[in-house]
DNA sequence: CACGCGGTACAGAGCGCAAA
DNA sequence: TTTGCGCTCTGTACCGCGTG
């Protein structure tokens, strides 16, 4: 009995229909440069038996023998974050014209996704630099996947390895709270080997004003700012503004160009 | 271990046509 | 008639993985 009105139209289906062989329609149908020497008629007869059956490409398949997915794998290892929420949306917007498919997990188990997909490209947002995990990205960098790893710690192993940078952007935010403050309060949820932290603090200490007043860094681990015995108080406005620069200067404002990528061959 | 899956890449066959 | 060339299309190896 036969299954042709129910199985999948494929491109031997086709091909078969149409009365040419499977890499003309393989032409015709990809666009592929090639397809120009085919003649009109031939590829629009293509293209009316592929409509006429329903015919839709099998990307898998296409991955085999290309080895490209067209798939872009973002891995975050929180969703909530303001700059996961605005890379997510500048990755999906710059690979769909390109054609591919922005693929976001997040919960940052790219390790799972990866063990029965192959992305063209990966974004990782944080990789401990765990020797197992580093081992994964250099198999998949060696298959030709490119990677870019958003890290402070890992170095580039046959991928691309983007540091933060929190010092230059803590200097910035530092910077230009002093045009107008002289005593800058940090929230912040530890205080002893932070590097977030210690960026704000090697800044505060690299310079004083010419005027010779005094700069002061108040941290405040938990969140809450030193003051009258048994009365914390709120951060002010500063503080709050010093805040704000160090969640979305720390690991990159996407309003800005990211840190170049160091890659080793 | 052999085979099949679906789509792509590539070497080359078949054909028509013009020029010698 | 032979030769050369370009156009159109064919046949098949190949890819990674699952299944028998």
Redesign the pocket.
Same mark, same amino acid.
């Given at each position: 009995m036969s299954t042709e009105m129910t199985?999948?139209?494929?491109? $031997?289906?086709? @091909?078969a229909a149409a009365?040419?062989?499977?890499?003309?329609?393989?032409?015709v149908?990809?666009g592929?440069p090639?397809s120009?020497?085919?003649?009109?008629?031939?590829?629009r007869r293509v293209r009316d038996t592929a409509s006429r059956l329903g015919?839709? $490409?099998?990307? @898998?398949?296409?991955a085999?023998?290309?080895?490209k997915s067209d798939l872009v794998l973002l891995s975050l290892s929180v969703l909530a974050d303001p700059w996961a929420q605005a890379v997510a949306a500048e990755i999906s917007a710059a690979v769909t014209p390109l054609g591919k498919t922005a693929l976001i997990v997040a919960d940052g188990d790219w390790r799972t996704v990866l063990s029965?997909k192959?992305p063209d490209v990966i974004f990782i947002d944080h990789v401990a630099d765990d020797p197992e995990l580093v081992a994964d990205l250099e198999r998949f960098a060696a298959?030709g996947v490119q990677i870019v790893a958003f890290s402070e710690v890992l170095e580039p192993r046959g991928f691309d390895v983007i540091r933060s940078g929190a010092e230059p952007r803590c200097h910035l935010a530092v910077e230009h709270l002093l045009e107008r403050h002289t005593k800058i309060g940090a929230l912040t949820s530890k205080t002893e080997g932070a590097p977030r932290f210690d960026a704000y603090r090697t800044t505060m200490a690299a310079g004083r004003p010419a005027d010779g007043a005094g700069r002061d860094l108040r941290a405040a681990p938990g969140g809450r700012l030193p003051g009258r015995a048994g009365a914390p108080r709120r951060a002010g406005s500063a503080d709050r503004a010093l805040l704000h620069h160090g969640l979305r200067g720390d690991r990159g404002d996407p309003g800005r160009p990211p840190a170049a990528p160091r890659r080793t061959g």
């Amino acid at each position: 009995m036969s299954t042709e009105m129910t199985d999948k139209p494929t491109l $031997r289906t086709v @091909a078969a229909a149409a009365g040419v062989s499977i890499a003309t329609v393989s032409y015709v149908l990809s666009g592929h440069p090639r397809s120009q020497a085919i003649s009109e008629t031939t590829a629009r007869r293509v293209r009316d038996t592929a409509s006429r059956l329903g015919y839709r $490409r099998n990307d @898998a398949a296409r991955a085999i023998r290309t080895g490209k997915s067209d798939l872009v794998l973002l891995s975050l290892s929180v969703l909530a974050d303001p700059w996961a929420q605005a890379v997510a949306a500048e990755i999906s917007a710059a690979v769909t014209p390109l054609g591919k498919t922005a693929l976001i997990v997040a919960d940052g188990d790219w390790r799972t996704v990866l063990s029965n997909k192959t992305p063209d490209v990966i974004f990782i947002d944080h990789v401990a630099d765990d020797p197992e995990l580093v081992a994964d990205l250099e198999r998949f960098a060696a298959r030709g996947v490119q990677i870019v790893a958003f890290s402070e710690v890992l170095e580039p192993r046959g991928f691309d390895v983007i540091r933060s940078g929190a010092e230059p952007r803590c200097h910035l935010a530092v910077e230009h709270l002093l045009e107008r403050h002289t005593k800058i309060g940090a929230l912040t949820s530890k205080t002893e080997g932070a590097p977030r932290f210690d960026a704000y603090r090697t800044t505060m200490a690299a310079g004083r004003p010419a005027d010779g007043a005094g700069r002061d860094l108040r941290a405040a681990p938990g969140g809450r700012l030193p003051g009258r015995a048994g009365a914390p108080r709120r951060a002010g406005s500063a503080d709050r503004a010093l805040l704000h620069h160090g969640l979305r200067g720390d690991r990159g404002d996407p309003g800005r160009p990211p840190a170049a990528p160091r890659r080793t061959g």
